[in-house]
């Protein structure tokens, strides 16, 4: 029997001033990346003409709007493509002109930006679902010092 080493797991690496420059000259990328919480708030924060267009649409619907109506559905109800917001999502990292990340990576900065907010390591490690919190530490503790 031939034994391979244990693939070693990526860990997220967080979008410092240094690594956005780096990326900017030579458009290499972490495998896991994690936006820092300014750069989180500023791709997030919704613009002007995004407000409007939903109040607009919240108008339009009246007494329908579902405030609480699934995110895979589309305005009509019908259901979304599976893919369409891993897409969605890469072309609004694109157009915003931030570092790249994958939309699975906000699950590692959501849980990094926990942690270095001060929420306790098992909180996360349920959140994220992981089987252990010695897998949750290894992959997300080296990072927190750096999110801020």
């Given at each position: 029997?031939?034994?391979?080493?244990?693939?070693?797991?990526p860990?997220?690496?967080?979008?410092t001033?240094?690594?956005?420059?780096?990326?900017?000259?030579?458009?290499q990328?972490?495998?896991?990346?994690?936006?820092?919480?300014?750069q989180?708030?500023?791709?997030?924060?919704?613009?002007?003409?995004?407000?409007?267009?939903?109040?607009?649409?919240?108008q339009?619907?009246?007494?329908?709007?579902?405030?609480?109506?699934?995110?895979s559905?589309?305005?009509?109800?019908s259901?979304?493509?599976?893919?369409?917001?891993?897409?969605?999502?890469?072309?609004?990292?694109?157009?915003s002109?931030?570092?790249?990340?994958?939309l699975?990576?906000?699950?590692?900065?959501t849980?990094?930006?926990?942690?270095?907010?001060?929420?306790?390591?098992?909180v996360?490690?349920g959140?994220?679902?992981?089987?252990?919190?010695v897998?949750?530490?290894?992959?997300?503790?080296?990072?927190?010092?750096?999110?801020?």
């Open positions: 029997m031939i034994r391979l080493p244990a693939p070693r797991q860990y997220p690496q967080v979008w001033e240094r690594r956005v420059v780096a990326w900017r000259r030579s458009g990328r972490p495998t896991v990346a994690v936006w820092t919480a300014e989180l708030a500023e791709f997030s924060s919704p613009s002007p003409a995004a407000i409007r267009h939903e109040r607009a649409r919240r339009l619907l009246g007494d329908t709007w579902n405030e609480s109506g699934p995110v559905a589309r305005v009509d109800g259901p979304m493509r599976p893919d369409y917001l891993t897409v969605r999502f890469r072309q609004l990292v694109r157009a002109d931030m570092p790249p990340m994958r699975h990576d906000l699950r590692h900065g849980a990094t930006l926990a942690l270095a907010s001060g929420s306790d390591l098992r996360v490690q959140t994220l679902r992981h089987g252990s919190i897998d949750t530490a290894a992959a997300l503790g080296h990072v927190s010092g750096s999110v801020g």
